[in-house]
């Protein structure tokens, strides 16, 4: 399925990605993005889904073919451009969450961009009213559950307000209440999403749309019901049906 | 319990006293840094036989107890580290040190019985207010006093991720070795065969966390410092401090004199 | 091995403050040097690693007990000496304020004691010339051992010498040595080894991680040697001195001292010998409060009976004042709620 032109915020053609030349990681995506868009990227362990995570942030610049976001070319001229627009919740919430209490945490980098005192401090407080933890503004960052923990991680990232989530295996360690609570504050967020996730049926809950990728290639791009119900197709790339899927056909 | 989880707890406990919503964990950690600093300086600075002075510096320790409703079983609990090489420190005065310098009742008191004496409430004093310092005032605070007084931010931002991830870090000890103790049950210590694999693999896992905390600082704009919220200092931020530190400087110089 | 803020004089911590501070100004110089964003996350990773590995117990082969792996050795081995040093700084001043481990007078010290012996000379004039040629599992046993062993001689040496120098014990200088160098001596063993084990395993895993290897020495700029480089090369030499000496003090405990009358007490107390009379002297001369020695007297201040009587007194009124105030105080606090 491919989304149309206006309003795109991630432009991806013919990207190729290598950490060392002999082994090409990422072969020859192509991939456009709208505001409001909610992306799954599925597939098996290794195939390349954080590398092209971790491409789409800027981390690695030296990719071969043209990525765009909000309309700014990914070169390490333009990083602290990208990084305004783009926010990456890591899959360990205790990597993510570097401060000992969340306020700072989640104040990081609004106060980074140079925001004033007045504009970090409203910033937190919609980013924490947004995932609906603002009782836990003051706690210490190491006394938190799991579940508040990633909740927490996402808001560090809603402060600031940038037009492009991207996350690293969300629903990884949350208890099915957690989880349950987590589809629905992401379902809330109306930037786009980019999620990876092994949980499919977390996928087929928050995303319209999938990406399954094996072997460096998009091997299907398309809605997430069709994909995510196509027994063969996610077999033949080491994936299994969604426990849902059973119910929904 | 395993003393790493009687660390965890103790980091807990400390946590919940920063926490609490009294009126010396909300002074500017600056001006608490600095009187503690002070005290423990005035308090060893005392000559090795000057009890009965010394006895009085009891009164900041007293007082951040019992106004700071800390816990003095807690404090004294502290003393288990640094007590062994004071003791061994001390303990030898009186065989060496046999001058008579006290009488009471017609006992005679031997200097080194003394010097013991004020080498044990030094020991004390500056541990309990250490104690009262961390229990009213977070890291973080401390951090931001010491970025105050110019220490370069390389070492206060380690400091703020040491504090951090020792946490994380200690809990993933206590794991490690609860999984090692189920399979080794009969061994108090990891065995030497383990100790490179063990260790190594944990150092290696630390590593890879490294380079995530940089990514997550890096694409939140990070450029090598870290911005702290400011503190606003109120009249007691100064008052506090500079009374004891008078009160102090009183003890060492005039109440010396009469005592 | 940490010092308790009890056992040094004021001017003995000011000291070791400044030096400390001097060996870290000279670190954080380098460190930013580097240029390396990278390393600021790393070492406040790394140093909460070291931390909660000393939580680990080690068993030690044909003994009952356990031991503990070696910071300083480790990550300057991993770092290198300058984010070394910064880190195990942190490391410090958290165990301190978090475990009483050492406390905030005694800080300097420790520092110097534990970070500075381990960093500088474990790494600078051990690890690397040894890993000049490229590290193996033989070398990397070489120079943990080496490493951990001399740099907790130093590190003990130095813990005696600050106790003497504060003028704390009556405990002749070369019984207090003839204890401290032993007991280290055998625990750096240990620590070494332990160290050794997980950096080989670092080897054989990722030897890209292992710092100084295969590194010649840093070129320095002819006849420019820079004043803080004069400093810390002087404080190298003069570490090195120091654990010279405590060698030979921990190999030949002074015989004399060691007799029964020195126990009993009927020998002078210059037992403690010239070091202490030079300390004091030193002390004299540099202390902030310099009036407080009794010098020739023989009344020691403050330390008659009624004196002490009187101290417990104001004491006594503190204890009930302080209840009163938290009393009323909590009182108003009641009132206002209500």
């Given amino acids: ?249 | 319990m395993s003393s790493i989880e009687k660390n965890i707890r103790e980091l807990d406990k400390l946590q919940n006293l920063q926490q609490r919503s009294h009126w010396m964990n909300s002074l500017h950690p600056l001006g608490k840094l600095l009187l503690s600093i002070f005290y423990i300086f005035v308090t060893v600075s005392f000559d090795k036989y000057s009890l009965a002075p010394l006895i009085v510096m009891a009164i900041y320790p007293l007082f951040g107890f019992i106004v700071g409703e800390l816990s003095f079983k807690e404090g004294i609990y502290r003393m288990r580290l640094i007590l062994p090489l004071v003791i061994f420190v001390g303990i030898f005065n009186p065989f060496f040190d046999k001058r008579i310098i006290l009488e009471v009742a017609g006992i005679g008191i031997s200097g080194g019985v003394i010097s013991m004496l004020t080498l044990m409430l030094k020991g004390f004093y500056s541990v309990l207010s250490a104690y009262i310092l961390i229990a009213t005032t977070s890291i973080d605070d401390i951090c931001y006093a010491l970025r105050i007084l110019r220490v370069p931010k390389q070492i206060v931002i380690v400091i703020m991720l040491i504090y951090r991830y020792f946490g994380v870090m200690a809990a993933e000890a206590d794991r490690i070795t609860t999984a090692y103790k189920l399979r080794a049950p009969k061994q108090n210590g990891i065995h030497y065969k383990a100790w490179g694999t063990l260790v190594g693999q944990w150092l290696l896992r630390s590593m890879d966390r490294a380079e995530d905390v940089y990514e997550s600082m890096l694409l939140r704009g990070f450029t090598g410092d870290f911005s702290m919220r400011k503190h606003k200092t109120a009249a007691t931020d100064i008052l506090y401090p500079a009374i004891w530190g008078l009160i102090f400087l009183v003890i060492r110089f005039f109440l010396i004199k009469i005592l | 091995m940490h010092m308790a803020d009890a056992l040094v004089a004021p001017a003995v911590a000011g000291t070791m403050y400044v030096l400390s501070a001097g060996a870290a100004s000279v670190s954080v110089k380098k460190v930013r040097e580097e240029n390396d964003p990278k390393k600021i996350p790393v070492m406040g990773v790394m140093g909460a690693f070291v931390f909660a590995t000393q939580m680990l117990n080690f068993t030690i082969p044909g003994t009952g007990s356990s031991g503990h792996l070696c910071g300083g050795m480790m990550l300057s081995a991993m770092l290198g000496p300058y984010a070394g040093f910064l880190t195990m700084i942190g490391v410090l001043l958290v165990q301190c304020l978090l475990f009483a481990d050492g406390g905030l007078l005694a800080l300097g010290c420790n520092i110097w004691n534990m970070a500075f012996y381990g960093c500088f000379v474990g790494a600078l004039l051990i690890w690397r010339p040894i890993m000049k040629k490229g590290a193996s599992r033989v070398k990397i046993l070489l120079a943990s051992i080496l490493g951990c062993v001399l740099t907790l001689q130093m590190g003990a040496f130095s813990v005696s010498l600050e106790t003497m120098i504060s003028g704390i014990t009556e405990l002749p200088f070369s019984v207090f040595v003839a204890t401290m160098q032993p007991i280290h001596l055998a625990i750096g063993f240990v620590e070494g080894l332990i160290t050794a084990a997980v950096l080989i395993f670092v080897h054989e895993a990722r030897p890209e991680l292992l710092w100084g290897v295969g590194q010649s020495e840093t070129p320095v700029k002819e006849g420019k040697l820079s004043f803080k480089n004069t400093i810390v090369v002087i404080a190298i030499l003069a570490a090195l001195a120091g654990g010279i000496v405590s060698l030979f003090a921990s190999a030949f405990p002074d015989g004399l001292e060691w007799s029964m009358e020195q126990v009993a007490g009927t020998a002078e107390l210059e037992a403690a010998g010239g070091a202490y009379d030079t300390a004091t002297a030193i002390q004299d001369a540099t202390s902030l409060l310099p009036d407080y020695a009794f010098k020739n007297s023989e009344s020691a201040v403050g330390t008659s009976f009624s004196g002490i009587v009187g101290a417990l007194v104001v004491v006594a009124i503190t204890v009930g004042a302080c209840y009163a105030f938290r009393f009323f105080k909590s009182k108003k606090k009641e009132e206002q709620v209500a």
Avoid: W
Avoid at chain 1, 5 to 29: A, P
């Fill in chain 1, 1 to 249: 399925m491919q989304t149309g032109i206006s309003g795109e915020i991630l432009k991806i053609e013919n990207l190729s990605f290598s950490y060392e030349k002999t082994q090409q990681v990422l072969k020859d995506i192509n991939l456009t993005a709208v505001d409001g868009e909610s992306i799954g990227i599925i597939g098996a362990n290794g195939i390349g889904k954080t590398t092209l995570m971790k491409l789409l942030v800027g981390l690695y610049t030296d990719y071969q073919g043209t990525l765009e976001v909000a309309g700014h070319q990914v070169n390490k001229k333009n990083l602290a451009h990208i990084r305004e627009h783009i926010g990456y919740v890591f899959q360990d919430s205790d990597s993510q969450l570097f401060l000992s209490t969340i306020e700072d945490d989640v104040a990081f980098g609004p106060r980074n961009y140079g925001l004033s005192e007045e504009e970090v401090e409203k910033r937190v407080t919609e980013a924490l009213e947004k995932v609906h933890i603002s009782e836990l503004r003051n706690k210490q960052t190491y006394k938190l559950s799991g579940g508040e923990k990633k909740l927490a991680s996402i808001a560090t990232i809603l402060s600031m307000k940038p037009d492009i989530i991207i996350m690293d295996e969300p629903s990884i360690a949350l208890d099915p209440r957690n989880r349950r609570n987590l589809i629905k504050i992401l379902n809330e967020i109306d930037s786009l999403k980019i999620i990876t996730s092994h949980d499919l049926d977390f996928i087929l809950d928050t995303c319209e749309r999938c990406l399954l990728l094996d072997e460096g290639r998009i091997i299907a791009d398309g809605g997430s019901r069709e994909i995510l119900m196509d027994k063969e197709l996610l077999e033949a790339h080491g994936l299994e049906l969604p426990l849902s899927a059973g119910r929904m056909s």
